[in-house]
T-cell receptor, first 112, second 116 residues
C-alpha cells in the first residue's frame, strides 16, 4: 500500500518568514495530494490540494508543488502569521475521495 | 464543502464499556470514512462505510471491536466496544466530495475519547 513520509516533524519560524514542509510517497498510482491543517481541538481542514496533472498550485500565501518523477510534493507558506501555527498533514490517494494515506504531521510554530 | 457534525464532542469512559459516536452530514454522500488519531499521531483509517452495505475495515481493525452503521446517506455511527485505555484517541468522521475535478475528503470536528 501507499506510504507517505513527511519532514520535518516540528518547524519554528519567525513571523513573516516562509515555511516549507516536504513529503514523499511510494505508490506511483497516487494522483491526488491534499494538505490539511489541524488546529488544537479541531478536525483536519483541507487548505490546498494538487492533482497529478499540474506541477504547482497557489492560493494566496500557500503554494504546493508536485514532482511525480521523484514522488515528492511540498507545501510552502509565505509571510507566516501566528494563526498559521498548527499541525499540517500531507496525504496521498488515488481518485481523491478514495482511501487517503496521511503523513506523520508537522507541528508549525510561528513566533511573533 | 459539506458540513459535518459529530456527537459527542468528547467523553470520558470506563474500561470495558462501549461508546457510540454519531456523524451527521448536511448533504447526501455515498462514502463515509472513520479515522482514528491517537495522541500526537497521524490519522489512521478504520473503515469505509457505504450506505446499504457492510463497512470495509482496514488491516488491524475488526467489526467486533468497531461496529459501524450506515442507515442512510447522511448519517453513520461508529461504536468503540469493550474499551481499554489504548482506545483513548480522537475519532474522526470524513465524507467524500465527488464534484468532478474536485474530488476530496472533508473531516468532522472529531470525538475526543479518554478511557480510564
Amino acid at each position: 500500500g501507499e506510504n507517505v513520509e513527511q519532514h520535518p516533524s516540528t518547524l519554528s519560524v519567525q513571523e513573516g518568514d516562509s515555511a516549507v514542509i516536504k513529503c514523499t510517497y511510494s505508490d506511483s498510482a497516487s494522483n491526488y495530494f491534499p494538505w490539511y491543517k489541524q488546529e488544537l481541538g479541531k478536525g483536519p481542514q483541507l487548505i490546498i490540494d494538487i492533482r497529478s496533472n499540474v506541477g504547482e498550485k497557489k492560493d494566496q500565501r500557500i503554494a504546493v508543488t508536485l514532482n511525480k518523477t521523484a514522488k515528492h510534493f511540498s507545501l510552502h507558506i509565505t509571510e507566516t502569521q501566528p494563526e498559521d501555527s498548527a499541525v499540517y498533514f500531507c496525504a496521498a490517494s488515488f481518485g481523491g475521495y478514495q482511501k487517503v494515506t496521511f503523513g506523520t504531521g508537522t507541528k508549525l510554530q510561528v513566533i511573533p | 464543502s459539506a458540513v459535518i457534525s459529530q456527537k459527542p464532542s468528547r467523553d470520558i469512559c470506563q474500561r470495558g464499556t462501549s461508546l457510540t459516536i454519531q456523524c451527521q452530514v448536511d448533504s447526501q454522500v455515498t462514502m463515509m470514512f472513520w479515522y482514528r488519531q491517537q495522541p500526537g499521531q497521524s490519522l489512521t483509517l478504520i473503515a469505509t462505510a457505504n450506505q446499504g452495505s457492510e463497512a470495509t475495515y482496514e488491516s488491524g481493525f475488526v467489526i467486533d471491536k468497531f461496529p459501524i452503521s450506515r442507515p442512510n446517506l447522511t448519517f453513520s455511527t461508529l461504536t468503540v466496544s469493550n474499551m481499554s485505555p489504548e482506545d483513548s484517541s480522537i475519532y474522526l468522521c470524513s465524507v467524500e466530495d465527488r464534484s468532478p475535478g474536485l474530488e476530496t475528503q472533508y473531516f468532522g470536528p472529531g470525538t475526543r475519547l479518554l478511557v480510564l
